[in-house]
């Protein structure tokens, strides 16, 4: 599965913005679809997750500032972004898992497809 990431920006502390994913030629359908980050000098990180077209999971850290969701037809998954934080500041990448379980949808090792990624860069 190819994607493509795009919407980051240069932001300010508090702003909102909306990160979004397709996959070229298909839709997401039941898979699950995933939001990572991975600021300079650090690893990547879990932000938030659609498990198999369904439910929703969030890193703590940005737990009721962003919300992950998808078109109806999940052709495109969004990451909507507020009150963004200098420490959002990270390439985002978006990433398909089409055997992920519970378990493990926090993890960057379920998932086995990713997209190219989309700097945000929020300044305080």
């Known amino acids: 599965v190819q994607l493509q990431a795009s919407g980051g920006g240069l932001m300010q502390a508090g702003d909102s913005l909306r990160l979004s994913c397709v996959a070229s030629?298909?839709?997401?359908?039941?898979?699950?679809v995933g939001w990572f980050r991975q600021a300079s000098g650090k690893e990547r990180e879990f932000v938030a997750t659609?498990?198999?077209?369904?439910?929703?999971y969030y890193a703590d850290s940005v737990k009721g500032r962003f919300t992950i969701s998808g078109d109806n037809a999940m052709n495109t998954v969004y990451l909507q972004m507020n009150s963004l934080k200098s420490e959002d500041t990270a390439v985002y990448y978006c990433?398909?898992?089409?055997?992920?379980?519970?378990?493990?949808?926090?993890?960057?090792?379920?998932?086995?497809?990713w997209g190219q990624g989309t700097q945000v860069t929020v300044s305080s």
């Open positions: 990433a398909v898992s089409e055997r992920a379980i519970l378990a493990t949808i926090r993890s960057v090792s379920a998932y086995g497809s």
């Open positions: 030629g298909r839709t997401f359908g039941r898979n699950t």
């Open positions: 659609i498990f198999r077209g369904t439910s929703t």
